[in-house]
């Protein structure tokens, strides 16, 4: 057992011999980071995104994007739309066709200088159009893959009027630099924890900028699927600039109701995402008892002031 004991010192003072004289010169620094990043910001209204009746209303985007160690240069952006469409499958559920994927389909392309810049685009109906007009989906109904725009769900859609109430889409963005790499992907740290960064813009389609019938008494009611509640998720109501009621969901399920006075000017709702938003359940029905939005686990719940569909008003 002493034999043992002096070995196991000897190694351990050998160890300390051997970091004493550790030469600081030998460590390899690491570099920056090589690579590139770009996020954009609405400008033009997300509650209105589309406008059913009214196609030349756009989504308006500024684009930043940023060299990592400030020595790439991008060439060139691509920007893709994801265009996704509610509807109620042969079962009675609520179910979501999503055209193009994940990622969506090419709607155009910008040519950016420098190694940092800030540039505007608008994303229009034709836009979005020109890429999905072809678009086929099997709904499920026994009839195989139909032509999108052929409405084979009655919802009145045509290349006249090409989106209606519940369709969403999701912007993103692949950057091309000058020596040819190809950057389509961040972390999530990267696209939620710095200021105004993102990896993509959501918006949905409207028949009214805003509530026209406001006074009375509105009810929210939401679910999570999982019981354990929003896990930090919420929705104010916003009155006039105020918010006036936050409303959240701590196991399963919450319903809350909310009256608006007579004389009020605005108002709307703002959804705060939380750590588990595909487990979120929602509706909100008006005055009249009309619901204007629902939202079932499946859906994307976008940050920000809330769709509703003001063609049920």
């Known amino acids: 057992m002493k034999n043992i004991t002096t070995y196991l010192f000897s190694i351990l003072s050998l160890g300390a011999i051997l970091v004493g004289c550790k030469d600081d010169s030998l460590v390899a620094v690491p570099d920056w980071e090589s690579g590139v990043h770009g996020y954009g910001v609405m400008t033009s209204d997300p509650a209105v995104g589309f406008n059913r009746d009214d196609s030349s209303i756009t989504v308006d985007v500024d684009f930043l994007w ?50 940092s810049e800030v540039g505007s685009f608008s994303v229009s109906q034709d836009d979005v159009y020109a890429a999905y007009q072809s678009a086929t989906f099997d709904y499920g109904f026994g009839n195989g893959s139909q032509s999108v ?24 963005w692949i950057l091309t630099t000058e020596d040819g790499r190809v950057f389509d992907s961040w972390s999530p740290s990267v696209c939620t924890e710095f200021p105004q960064a993102n990896c993509q813009l959501d918006w949905a389609v409207s028949c009214a900028t805003d509530i026209q019938s406001r006074t009375g008494t509105w009810t929210i009611s939401g679910s999570d699927s999982y019981g354990d509640g929003w896990n930090g998720a919420s929705i104010d109501v916003v009155l ?65 002031e809330m769709i509703l569909d003001l063609c049920n008003e």
């Open 66 to 115: 940023k060299s990592i160690d400030k020595l790439n240069t991008v060439t060139n952006i691509d920007l893709y739309v994801a265009f996704n469409e509610s509807y109620v499958d042969i079962d009675g559920n609520n179910a979501v066709a999503s055209h193009g994927g994940s990622f969506g389909l090419k709607v155009k392309s910008i040519s950016p200088l420098g190694n």
């Open 149 to 172: 725009y052929s409405d084979p769900l009655g919802k009145g859609r045509s290349s006249a009027k090409k989106f209606v109430p519940g369709d969403s889409f999701t912007l993103k």
């Open 240 to 304: 006039d600039g105020v918010v006036v009621d936050s409303f959240t969901v701590a196991e399963v399920a919450n319903t809350e109701t909310f009256d608006i006075p007579a004389g009020s000017s605005d108002l709307y709702f703002v959804y705060n995402k939380g750590d588990w938003d595909s487990e979120v359940g929602l509706t909100i029905k008006n005055p009249a008892g009309n619901t204007l939005i629902t939202w079932v686990p499946a859906d994307v719940k976008p940050q920000g």
